[in-house]
């Protein structure tokens, strides 16, 4: 009860302190419009490199499968994202990693080839784990309806991409 105590006299405190609506998250665990096309953009991003670095060094075809359908899909969703982007004249997406994510990029293309398929169905399914909870919070409390039906429309695509790489294991010549 404290905490909720809390929360609303914080959001009480932003919204009377007119910060932008842009500048605020829109609810304890929810994206703004920048936030969202920042995280959706950099999670596209993340999955076209990651899995061009798959199709690279994996000797393991259920491997090579799954990144060439996330480079196919992820690319479909990047395009769609900036669509939305120009149309709506919202904040741009980036072009480029986030930190966080050009080092767990960095950290798989140093990984050692027997623990190359290892590392990427890890990376593989944090990603589709941390994506699927953003497309589900802005689908349901996001404040832009262009970005909400995004979020939507790419909820069952995310489970799919999930449910793949879920039952994924590297092959034992891989996992050596």
Known sequence: MHRLC???????????????AQARTLGIGVETEKQFIEKAAVGDLFEIQTSQEALKRSQNAAVKAHAQKMIEDHTKSAEKLKRIVETGNLPAAPAVLDSAHADMLEDLREAKAEDFDRTYIKMQQDSHEETLE???????????????????????????????????????TSAN
């Open 6 to 20: 809390i929360a609303l006299a914080a959001a009480i405190a932003v919204v009377a302190l007119g910060v932008p």
């Open 134 to 172: 953003m497309m589900e919070r802005y689908a349901e409390n996001g404040e832009n309806p262009a970005l909400k039906a995004f979020a939507t429309e790419k909820i069952p695509t995310v489970q799919q991409h999930k449910s793949m790489v879920d039952g994924m294991r590297p092959t034992k």
